[in-house]
């Protein structure tokens, strides 16, 4: 893994568990990232859905563990797949499109975010194009749309 995808990774991680930092003295305004949620309703079918992200800062997520991984640049994983825990996965390079087992779809490019908690069900596809991602795992009580709120 090269060293400004690992530095793309940090600072995507520490943008989900709410800090921040700037080597300049300035601000940089930057492009708000986008959130997606993924989850399974009670018939088992996965769903797709934006979350807007409230423009205050979000708090810091204790209990948050980092995992890289996923598929090799290019692949596809185009059957139906649950994701293995509730998590966040940030786009750090390439591209990764989404589609929900109801049909919904979602393009996520570099800083995009989703939430993935449709860990049972019908699950969800990916097509990753240079794409690479790296997975924050979230305590069981964490909930999603109160974070993207900024509570």
Same mark, same amino acid.
């Given at each position: %893994?090269? =060293?400004? $995808?690992?530095?793309?990774?940090?600072?995507?991680?520490?943008?989900?568990? +709410?800090?921040?930092?700037?080597?300049?003295?300035? &601000?940089?305004?930057?492009?708000?990232? *986008?959130?997606?949620?993924?989850?399974?309703?009670?018939?088992g079918?996965?769903?797709?859905?934006?979350?807007?992200? &409230?423009?205050?800062?979000? &708090?810091?997520?204790? +209990?948050?563990?980092l995992?890289?991984?996923?598929l090799?640049?290019?692949?596809r994983?185009?059957?139906? *797949?649950?994701?293995?825990? =509730?998590q966040f996965?940030?786009?750090?390079?390439?591209?990764?499109?989404v589609?929900?087992?109801?049909?919904? =779809?979602?393009?996520?490019?570099?800083?995009? %975010?989703?939430?993935?908690e449709?860990?049972?069900?019908? +699950?969800h596809?990916? $097509?990753?194009?240079?794409a690479?991602?790296?997975?924050?795992?979230?305590?069981?009580?964490?909930?999603?749309?109160?974070?993207?709120?900024g509570e």
């Open positions: %893994m090269n =060293r400004q $995808l690992i530095g793309l990774g940090i600072t995507s991680a520490l943008l989900v568990t +709410g800090m921040a930092f700037s080597q300049t003295k300035k &601000a940089i305004p930057s492009p708000q990232p *986008h959130l997606f949620h993924l989850w399974t309703d009670a018939k079918d996965t769903h797709l859905e934006e979350l807007k992200l &409230a423009n205050n800062r979000r &708090a810091a997520i204790p +209990g948050v563990t995992n890289f991984s996923g090799p640049a290019g692949e994983a185009a059957l139906l *797949h649950n994701a293995p825990a =509730r996965a940030v786009t750090v390079s390439g591209q990764i499109d589609e929900a087992s109801d049909g919904t =779809r979602a393009h996520l490019n570099v800083g995009d %975010m989703a939430f993935l449709d860990t049972t069900g019908k +699950g596809k990916t $097509l990753e194009e240079g690479g991602s790296i997975f924050l795992r979230v305590p069981d009580n964490f909930d999603i749309k109160a974070w993207a709120r």
